[in-house]
C-alpha cells in the first residue's frame, strides 16, 4: 500500500466559495501530482509538485493554487469555486523512475 | 506538446483476447504506461515501456514501438472482473508528469 490518502472524500459546495483539498502520504516521496477527472477528457493535470515548495503548473491549472510546506502534504485549493470545478480530483505519488503513479482514492466535488 | 489516441469503447467475450491500442505524438518520450481504472475507484498502475518490445505480466503484456509512437495493452482469457476504463499514459522527460490518453471502455460480456 502507498500509503496515500485525501480529504475530504465528498464534498459539496456553492459557487464561489473556497475549497481546500488535502493530499497527504506516508512514504515520503519527492513527487507529487494533483489530477482531475472529467468524462470524455481522461486525466488531466493541474499542478504538481518536485519538494517542498517546489511546484509547477500543469494542463489545466487555471482556478487552482498548490502548497507544499511538508513532505507529506500537498493542497489543492479553488480560490472561488465554480461549477466547471466540478470534477473528481485524483492525488498522486510517484514511488520510483519508471511511469508509475499511486493513486488516492479521490474527491468528489460538487459546485452548485 | 503531447497528445494520446486511444480507441473510446471496446467489446470483448468472457475468455477472449482484447487488444487495447495507443498512439502517441510528444516533443519527447521516455517511456509508456497502463492503468486500470474500475467505476469509481482510482487508476491503478498496470505496466510500464520504456524500450521495445513486450512486457508480460499474467494476463496483461504490454508492447511498444517507439519508432512507430505506438503501443498496446493486450489482455488475454478475459474475465468479466476486466470490465473498467484502460489508460495508456507518456512521459516526455525522467521528471516530467504522466500526460494520460481519454481512457478505453472494455465492457466484458458472457
Not at chain 2, 67 to 74: A, E
Amino acid at each position: 500500500d502507498a500509503g496515500i490518502t485525501q480529504s475530504p472524500r465528498h464534498k459539496v459546495t456553492e459557487t464561489g466559495t473556497p475549497v481546500t483539498l488535502r493530499c497527504h502520504q506516508t512514504e515520503n516521496h519527492r513527487y507529487m501530482y494533483w489530477y482531475r477527472q472529467d468524462p470524455g477528457h481522461g486525466l488531466r493535470l493541474i499542478h504538481y509538485s518536485y519538494g517542498v515548495k517546489d511546484t509547477d503548473k500543469g494542463e489545466v491549472s487555471d482556478g487552482y493554487s498548490v502548497s507544499r510546506s511538508k513532505t507529506e502534504d500537498f493542497l489543492l485549493t479553488l480560490e472561488s469555486a465554480t461549477s466547471s470545478q466540478t470534477s473528481v480530483y485524483f492525488c498522486a505519488i510517484k514511488p520510483g523512475d519508471t511511469g508509475e503513479l499511486f493513486f488516492g482514492e479521490g474527491s468528489r466535488l460538487t459546485v452548485l | 506538446g503531447q497528445s494520446l489516441e486511444q480507441p473510446s469503447e471496446v467489446t470483448a467475450v468472457e475468455g477472449a483476447i482484447v487488444q487495447i491500442n495507443c498512439t502517441y505524438q510528444t516533443s519527447g518520450f521516455y517511456g509508456l504506461s497502463w492503468y486500470q481504472q474500475h467505476d469509481g475507484g482510482a487508476p491503478t498502475f498496470l505496466s510500464y515501456n520504456a524500450l521495445d518490445g513486450l512486457e508480460e505480466t499474467g494476463r496483461f503484456s504490454s508492447f511498444l514501438s517507439r519508432s512507430d509512437s505506438y503501443g498496446y495493452l493486450l489482455l488475454q482469457e478475459l474475465q468479466m472482473k476486466d470490465s473498467a476504463s484502460y489508460f495508456c499514459a507518456v512521459r516526455a522527460s525522467g521528471n516530467t508528469p504522466l500526460v494520460f490518453g481519454k481512457g478505453t471502455r472494455l465492457s466484458v460480456i458472457a
